[in-house]
């Protein structure tokens, strides 16, 4: 059983009268979603629209799916994609264009979470396009918390390869962006970078050190809680464990590997030199200037494309369910009929 700490609780709440919200930074298939069950247990807000799971993810992914395709518009406004490894840095619009993209964000966190306490905004994207979000939440006077997840960049890209085909070399490079973004972004924030493994091992300790982090106890860690994230905090969502070599991947598992490293010290509970960092970040700058030109525009259309291809058919789902409830109205009126 968590020692729930009750009396850190009633202080908090004594002093705290700004909202707050909870952000799960870090690269898909990182183990955001597992987190962002814990922190939804343990009583953060789920928006009211959120991805179902599927074959990849049987128990959802928790994301705002309203949120995560502007997130994709938002993108495509800079010529860049969700999986484009030069996402990161972000790249404001000009002022008039940003201020229109930061409204229509702010309207839809709004309609998404309402007035309640503790909102949690879950979407990978957010991580590359968080000077943005934060822009947005400031002006809805939220406070934030981050968790970021830390998981082995070749398990990710063991999990991409699975759900998109991705070539290793590619899921590690945008896992660096990601990762990079989530802690060039963060810096100033509450933040507790967080060990995969160690969430699915002891989810009490990883969640003690999320509190210490964050200065605050999480907001209904209870005894119900507790049980919640016993029954899907389990093993089984261990998949695609890290094997191999980052080096073997040339200059994309050169740069991988100096940000794993920083951040699996730092999900330790270390508080390393972030040398390491600024050299990543810089040769990625580098290799942006480079081939950029000839990378962002394919991942951009490409995601263009997906987009496109994910709306006709849920349009034709919405169409078929209609047909179907029309013929099944009809013939619940002729067996009417026929009966009367």
């Given at each position: ?6 009396k850190?609780?009633s ?11 909870y952000?799960v930074?870090g ?12 922190l939804?247990a ?6 009211d ?16 799916w ?15 994609a ?5 996402a ?6 000009p002022r008039?264009?940003e ?6 964000a ?5 309609s ?9 905004l879950?979407?990978?994207?957010v ?12 002006d809805?006077g939220?406070?934030?918390r ?9 398990a ?16 590690v ?6 990762m ?8 100033d ?9 160690a969430?699915?091992a002891?989810?009490?300790?990883e ?17 119900a809680?507790?049980?919640e ?5 389990t093993?089984d969502l261990?998949?695609n ?12 598992g050169?740069?991988a ?5 920083w951040l699996e010290?730092a999900?330790r ?5 972030r040398a390491?960092?600024e050299e ?12 950029g030109?000839?990378?962002?525009p394919v991942?951009r259309d ?7 291809l994910i ?5 034709l789902?919405?169409y078929?369910k209609?047909v ?8 619940v009126?002729?067996?009417?009929l026929?009966?009367?």
């Amino acid at each position: 059983m968590i020692d729930t700490p009750v009396k850190a609780a009633s202080a908090t709440t004594a002093v705290e009268t700004t909202r707050t919200a909870y952000l799960v930074l870090g690269m898909h298939r990182s183990g955001t979603s597992a987190a962002t069950q814990l922190l939804a247990a343990a009583g953060a807000r789920l928006p009211d629209n959120v991805m179902p799971g599927d074959e990849h993810n049987a128990k959802g992914y928790f994301e705002p799916w309203k949120i995560a395709m502007l997130n994709d518009e938002r993108l495509r406004a800079v010529g860049a994609a969700w999986d484009d490894p030069f996402a990161f840095p972000f790249q404001p619009l000009p002022r008039p264009d940003e201020r229109g993209w930061l409204n229509r964000a702010m309207e839809l966190f709004a309609s998404e979470y309402g007035e309640g306490d503790f909102p949690l905004l879950k979407d990978p994207r957010v991580s590359v396009l968080l000077p943005f979000w934060r822009d947005v939440l400031a002006d809805l006077g939220l406070a934030l918390r981050c968790v970021i997840p830390v998981r082995h960049p070749l398990a990710v890209a063991g999990s991409l390869a699975r759900r998109d085909h991705f070539a290793t070399e590619k899921s590690v490079l945008v896992w660096t962006a990601y990762m990079l973004a989530s802690e060039a972004y963060s810096r100033d924030l509450p933040r507790a970078f967080v060990s995969y493994d160690a969430l699915l091992a002891d989810w009490r300790a990883e969640a003690a050190r999320i509190e210490a982090a964050h200065a605050a106890p999480l907001p209904a860690l209870d005894a119900a809680a507790a049980a919640e994230i016993d029954r899907f905090l389990t093993p089984d969502l261990r998949h695609n464990a890290g094997q191999g070599q980052l080096v073997e991947l040339g200059w994309a598992g050169e740069l991988a590997a100096k940000v794993h490293d920083w951040l699996e010290a730092a999900a330790r509970g270390s508080a390393p030199d972030r040398a390491p960092l600024e050299e990543a970040a810089a040769a990625l700058a580098r290799r942006r200037e480079e081939v950029g030109v000839l990378v962002s525009p394919v991942t951009r259309d490409l995601d263009a494309a997906r987009s496109e291809l994910i709306h006709a058919r849920q349009k034709l789902e919405h169409y078929e369910k209609l047909v179907r409830a029309y013929y099944e109205a009809g013939a619940v009126l002729d067996e009417t009929l026929a009966i009367g």
